[in-house]
């Protein structure tokens, strides 16, 4: 774990160590938000937590192979664990009757478990610590190599040809990988392989899990495949720009993560994390689409709108009664509801001019007047419909139209008058308004 | 070990009910988003009573559940990645909280560490006590909710439809799946709680069907996984297996949590091979029973279609002229006929062979099932002839008696049966041609 507390973040002495932990963080997470866009999409995300975690036996083992931790024995390991779980958790689905989480439960839980144990067994050979795969350890990454002039961090050198092949393999297999994603029925049927696809994904996961776990450790990969693309999707619709904004996300949590975690000496992964779970809930709560606040900010508004209407519409009625009568502005947010949103709506519709104030109470305004004329119009046009082709006696027909008034617009309008006789009155014998 | 033994028999208890509502992955959330809570909690109180901490991580993991079902409830995000999301944000927050506590002096942090991984050793007495206490209480607050529990794990559309609050009750649940949890974390580890809970239930299912039998065979699978794990965790074990001679020169003692862990999914493996019905044994099995009586159901048909009296003298049958007419290759049918010999079914002389009068009664009621069937498909179904011999081919071997009977009677009644007496094979609906095979469609 981390023990430098790094006051100046420009201090010669450490600045390249943190651009260095802060390229390896941008790299992996690229990496993790590239695949795990598909991940979250096709609703596998706990494949990612699985696979992660089941990746472990099968490094260890490549590792005592090969006595190193380069590119390719970590490849044929990750593949081989990746299909392993994969294949285990459908054989165990298949025979077992077990739904598919628990299938992946049993699965991945035994072959992290195994990893532990073949870890502990040879622990002596293989440079890993069982903590540090949990929890990651970015500072791996004080371990270098140079290459041209330049001190990299020798992780790199997994971490940025897994990158590369993510994107190869996503940009080559675009449309096949978009296709299975949102309807396997159709790429089946025009001949692409769901299966195929499938595994493929897994292998890239699995490929991608092992080359960031060391980095980022193994519960945080699952943070970094899943969390950037969940954020992503709440804000665009679009497979693309979901994609291109979730490693925009991976890139902003490594850097920023990084930031945090080098200044207060915390564990640079778990800074990441809990990054990205914010960036997540503030989507949650502020994306334009379909965050929280876009919603309840849009419910506000309609109710606004409905308690203007409703107002408009009493007064109208009341007009109609008896043209002398005002009636007072308390007795008016009463009679509507009441309350904060009563009182707003009242305000702005003196404020818009639709209705005007005086001592003796509440007066349309002439063209407060015609739009109330419009929302009575409607609501005994569906009151004569509900009555007349629908049947229903004349004393259920008010509620339904009190509520519909509000969301018809002028064409069905006008189909309904189509229907009426000329100057038919409504069941309750009032006059419709033109 | 006696420890181990119970939180596997009360976590193989409450995993069941997690396993059948599909939440198992809830306890793998749990187990992680109860990090920080524990952190946390030590941060506060500044002990490593398991009591205290595990208020902490009970406080935490509740909360993560909560998330869940508000992301899962209030925006697009799929309830699987909503795990996922609370999971890790909950761990890295736990994990930052383990920093802050190192980075601390005073902080005895090593102790914490214990929960990522588990530390049987750390068990005292008192927290014994603990762990039993929760197991009879669980134990009781299931027998008290056993129906309501029951309905609710195989059709919670009826139950909320009787009008039961099965949000409660699943809450419950989750309560008591988060209670075993965060008990059970000092023990095997945060990581590898989640195996507890899952495998047991997961093994159990492939001995049985019903839920009390499930929940008792869940728990002694669970507690059965704490003893071996623990056998094998204890140092020394290791060399004795012989496995040590690669490790270092010192002992290694290997941290029970992964191998109690590794128990389970043993036991789950053994369960899945050998266990009756389910088991992949028993299945093959079965299968293989049933391909070798339709593999002689076919050869003692094809005797008596190339018989042409067969009523009459049990004639003697070229092998060569068998093999032909059902396909055969010669070694698979001189493997077939020694077995039906050995049955009793037939007799052999040189190159040719012919039915025993008991092998001839079997084959006359086959091929009299076979063209009851092919009649009934042909009327029935208004198939023509010449396809009907690969319908009954797939049915005639799982025909039941009643059912032969039944349709005997059926076409008798309509008057579509010749009037034989009872036991007669009537004649096939197609042609029957001894000089082609039987795979072909007669033109």
Same mark, same amino acid.
């Given at each position: 774990m981390m023990i430098l507390a790094v @006051? @100046?973040? #420009?201090d010669p002495d450490t600045l390249p160590m943190v651009l260095r932990i802060m390229v390896m963080a941008v790299l992996v997470n690229l990496s993790c938000a590239l695949v795990g866009s598909f991940l979250v999409l096709r609703r596998m995300s706990l494949m990612g937590d699985a696979l992660s975690h089941a990746v472990l036996p099968g490094l260890v083992v490549a590792f005592l192979f090969s006595g190193s931790l380069s590119i390719v024995p970590m490849f044929i390991g990750a593949v081989l664990a990746g299909v392993a779980t994969t294949f285990l958790t459908q054989t165990l689905h298949h025979?077992?009757?077990?739904?598919t989480d628990a299938a992946m439960g049993v699965v991945f839980t035994s072959l992290f478990a195994l990893g532990v144990v073949l870890l502990k067994l040879f622990g002596s050979r293989v440079h890993l610590d069982a903590a540090c795969v949990y929890e990651?350890?970015?500072?791996?990454? #004080?371990d270098t190599i140079r290459v041209g002039g330049l001190e990299l961090p020798r992780q790199i050198l997994v971490a940025l040809p897994v990158l590369l092949v993510n994107v190869l393999v996503v940009a080559v297999l675009w449309k096949e990988l978009k296709i299975t994603t949102f309807d396997s029925a159709l790429a089946t049927a025009i001949g692409i392989s769901a299966p195929v696809m499938h595994y493929t994904l897994m292998t890239l996961v699995a490929l991608t899990a092992v080359a960031s776990f060391q980095v980022v450790g193994s519960i945080l990969v699952v943070a970094m495949l899943i969390i950037p693309p969940a954020a992503a999707q709440l804000c665009v619709e679009r497979l693309g720009r979901m994609v291109l904004l979730s490693c925009l996300i991976g890139a902003l949590v490594g850097v920023l993560g990084t930031l945090i975690a080098v200044r207060y000496d915390l564990s640079p992964p778990g800074t990441m994390a809990v990054l990205a779970g914010s960036i997540y809930a503030l989507a949650a709560i502020f994306? !334009?689409?379909?965050g929280l606040a876009a919603r309840a900010w849009f419910n506000y508004q309609t109710s606004a709108r409905i308690v203007r209407e409703d107002i408009l519409a009493m007064l109208y009625r009341v007009e109609e009664y008896d043209r002398s009568r005002k009636i007072a502005r308390a007795d008016a947010i009463e009679a509507v509801g009441g309350g904060f949103t009563a009182r707003h709506a009242l305000r702005t519709l003196v404020r818009r001019g639709g209705v005007t104030r005086d001592e003796g109470g509440l007066m349309l305004t002439d063209s407060g007047r015609a739009q109330a004329a419009q929302l009575v119009r409607t609501h005994r046009l569906w009151e004569a419909y509900l009555v007349d082709e #629908?049947?229903?006696?004349?004393?259920?027909?008010h509620e339904p139209a009190h509520r519909v008034e509000h969301f018809l617009d002028e064409e069905i309008r006008e189909q309904l008058a189509e229907r009426? !006789?000329?100057?038919a009155e409504d069941p309750h014998g009032r006059e419709i308004p033109e | 070990m006696l420890g181990a033994s119970l939180l596997g028999a009360a976590a193989g208890f409450v995993g069941t009910f997690a396993v059948l509502r599909r939440r198992a992955l809830v306890g793998d959330m749990l187990s992680h988003a109860s990090l920080p809570g524990i952190a946390a909690a030590y941060m506060l109180w500044q002990t490593r009573d398991l009591l205290t901490l595990s208020v902490g991580a009970l406080v935490a993991g509740l909360l993560g559940v909560g998330c869940v079902a508000i992301i899962a409830r209030w925006t697009r995000t799929s309830e699987d990645a909503a795990l996922g999301i609370v999971l890790s944000t909950f761990f890295g927050l736990g994990v930052v909280l383990l920093t802050v506590l190192q980075a601390n002096?005073?902080?005895?942090?090593a102790g914490l560490d &214990?929960? =990522?991984? +588990?530390?049987?050793? &750390?068990?005292r007495s008192r927290d014994l006590w603990v762990i039993i206490t929760m197991a009879g209480g669980l134990l009781v607050f299931v027998l008290a909710m056993y129906k309501e529990l029951q309905l609710l794990s195989f059709d919670s559309g009826f139950a909320a439809a009787q009008g039961w609050p099965t949000f409660w009750l699943d809450f419950i649940v989750l309560g008591a799946v988060a209670v075993v949890t965060v008990i059970g974390l000092p023990i095997c580890g945060v990581i590898l709680m989640a195996a507890m809970l899952i495998t047991p239930a997961a093994a159990a299912r492939f001995w049985t069907n019903r839920l009390g039998a499930l929940l008792a065979i869940s728990s002694v699978v669970g507690a059965l996984a704490g003893i071996i794990g623990c056998l094998l965790a204890a140092p020394g074990v290791v060399e004795h297996i012989g496995? +040590?001679?690669? $490790?270092?020169?010192t002992p290694v003692g290997l941290p029970p949590g992964p191998l109690i862990v590794l128990a389970g999914g043993g036991l789950l493996l053994l369960s899945m091979l050998? $266990?009756?019905?389910?088991?992949l044994v028993a299945r093959i099995l079965s299968h293989r029973r049933l391909q070798r009586k339709v593999a002689r159901d076919h050869l003692l048909r094809a005797i008596y279609e190339l &018989?042409?009296?067969?009523? $009459?003298d049990r004639p003697w049958i070229d092998f060569e002229r068998l093999g032909r007419y059902g396909d055969w290759q010669g070694a698979t049918l001189t493997a077939q006929t020694a077995r039906t010999q050995r049955e009793g079914l037939i007799e052999l002389r040189g190159s040719q062979l012919r039915f025993t009068p008991r092998g001839f009664e079997q084959a006359s009621h086959l091929v009299r099932a076979h063209r009851l069937w092919e009649m009934y498909v042909v009327?029935?179904?208004?198939?023509?002839p010449d396809d009907v011999h690969h319908d009954a081919d797939a049915l005639e071997h799982l025909l039941p008696p009643e059912v032969v009977q039944h349709l005997e009677q059926a076409l008798r009644a309509e008057g579509? =049966?010749?009037?034989?007496?009872?036991?007669d094979v009537p004649r096939s609906p197609h042609v029957i041609d001894p000089?082609?095979?039987?795979e072909e469609t007669p033109e």
């Open positions: @006051n @100046n973040l #420009l025979y077992g009757r077990l739904s990651g350890s970015l500072i791996m990454v #004080l994306s !334009p689409t379909g #629908l049947g229903l006696p004349v004393d259920h027909v009426l !006789p000329e100057g | 002096p005073e902080g005895d942090k &214990s929960f =990522l991984f +588990g530390e049987i050793a &750390s068990l496995l +040590g001679k690669t $490790a270092a020169d050998v $266990a009756p019905q389910r088991g &018989s042409p009296a067969p009523e $009459a009327e029935g179904w208004d198939r023509s579509r =049966l010749p009037a034989e007496a009872a036991g000089q082609q095979t039987i």
